[in-house]
Antibody, heavy 121, light 109 residues
Framework: DVQLVESGGGLVQPGGSLRLSCAAS????????MSWVRQAPGKGLEWVSA????????YYADSVKGRFTVSRANSKNTLYLQMNSLRAEDTAVYYC??????????????WGQGTLVTVSS | EIVLTQSPGTLSLSPGERATLSCRAS???????LAWYQQKPGQAPRLLIY???SRATGIPDRFSGSGSGTDFTLTISRLEPEDFAVYYC??????????FGQGTKVEIK
């Protein structure tokens, strides 16, 4: 079974940094693009970033471009999100998700349980 | 950027009733690129439908998706107690890569 486990969330001051990790198992990690999706308290889902299977292509939402960096270590089956210059509006639960990009229809078919990031002084 | 607008915001129904949720796109969407997710309180989203009408693995057949162009629908034929949740539509694009609707909450009447 696919398992995605996020870690690294916590309380950070505005302007600070945090690195999230997502440990993956149950599938061939290097073959899968991965995404980060966040959800502010009581709000809807917002896609944040994605990375291709071998890390050659990265994508970002405008709201985090220039502040967040997505990366992966395929040897460790781990996805990362480095978050710098954090703002109060970045407060959210951050989910990692496995992208499936095939002819049947792109989708995020597996999700982790999420890790909470709180940006506050 | 394509904007997805879901309606209604909240749907109040009783178990056994039929639920019809709408997702309207600001521009035409390739049907293959439209998906639906279910999210229960305190849980991660779960994929229900992809390619506008294909059920994900393990999803009961009371869930069905339809639509094309700018109008898509998620139908739950007979609501079970575990179906009361928030539902999101999503489309795959270029920039941003993934776009979500704002969600429809299906609550018990």
């Amino acid at each position: 079974d696919v398992q995605l486990v996020e870690s690294g969330g916590g309380l950070v001051q505005p302007g600070g940094s945090l690195r999230l990790s997502c440990a993956a198992s149950g599938f061939t990690f290097s073959n899968s693009a991965m995404s980060w999706v966040r959800q502010a308290p009581g709000k809807g889902l917002e896609w944040v970033s994605a990375i291709s299977g071998f890390g050659g292509a990265t994508y970002y939402a405008d709201s985090v471009k220039g502040r967040f960096t997505v990366s992966r270590a395929n040897s460790k089956n781990t996805l990362y999100l480095q978050m710098n210059s954090l703002r109060a509006e970045d407060t959210a639960v951050y989910y990692c998700a496995k992208d499936v990009l095939d002819s049947s229809g792109p989708r995020l078919d597996s999700w982790g349980q999420g890790t909470l990031v709180t940006v506050s002084s | 950027e394509i904007v997805l607008t879901q309606s209604p915001g909240t749907l109040s129904l009783s178990p056994g009733e039929r639920a019809t949720l709408s997702c309207r796109a600001s521009q035409s969407v390739t049907s293959t690129y439209l998906a639906w997710y279910q999210q229960k309180p305190g849980q991660a989203p779960r994929l229900l439908i992809y390619g506008a009408s294909s059920r994900a693995t393990g999803i009961p057949d009371r869930f069905s998706g339809s639509g094309s162009g700018t109008d898509f629908t998620l139908t739950i034929s007979r609501l079970e107690p575990e179906d009361f949740a928030v539902y999101y539509c999503q489309q795959y694009g270029r920039s941003p890569l993934w776009t979500f609707g704002q969600g429809t909450k299906v609550e018990i009447k």
